[in-house]
């Protein structure tokens, strides 16, 4: 099995031992509540999905915690990024690199979270390119 801490980014990692159809169907839900709730909530309530079920399964499913913790910590780096965005939008002067900002943000989140839902749905772990560590 490949060590998670020196795989490259985006790369499908192995499953856990015996990762059941339940666990890749709460892993897949954990990589796509994010983009629901994004979509419900404008964005800013975007890491509620993943965090609740990283709270629901956390000392259940090693491969269904792994996963709603990684969509976690990719959601607040990029929900900084929006907040970013904003501070800049409001600056007057950076309202074309705020608009930038906020395109980058989104198109990495649907891209990234749907091929973690790819990746889940297979059985594989999947490693965000960038997140703020929070949960683990």
């Known amino acids: 099995m490949t060590d998670p801490m020196h795989t490259p980014y985006g790369q499908g ?4 031992p015996a990762t059941t ?7 897949v839900l954990g990589h796509l509540a994010a983009i629901v709730a994004a979509v419900i909530s404008a964005g800013w309530l975007s890491f509620v999905g993943p965090l609740v079920i990283w709270a629901i ?3 259940r499913s090693a491969f269904v915690r ?3 913790a990684g969509s976690f ?17 409001f600056t ?6 705020a608009i930038i900002v906020w395109g980058v943000a989104v198109v990495a989140a649907l891209v ?19 997140g703020i560590t929070v949960l683990r």
């Open 13 to 16: 990692l192995p499953a856990t």
């Open 21 to 27: 159809g339940e666990e890749r169907t709460w892993a």
């Open 57 to 59: 399964y956390k000392d």
């Open 66 to 68: 792994q996963a709603a």
């Open 73 to 89: 910590n990719f959601n607040l780096a990029v929900w900084a990024a929006i907040v970013v965005g904003w501070v800049m939008f």
């Open 92 to 97: 007057v002067i950076l309202i074309p690199v």
């Open 112 to 130: 990234f979270h749907v091929r973690a839902a790819m990746a889940a749905n297979r059985g594989e772990l999947y490693r965000y390119p960038w």
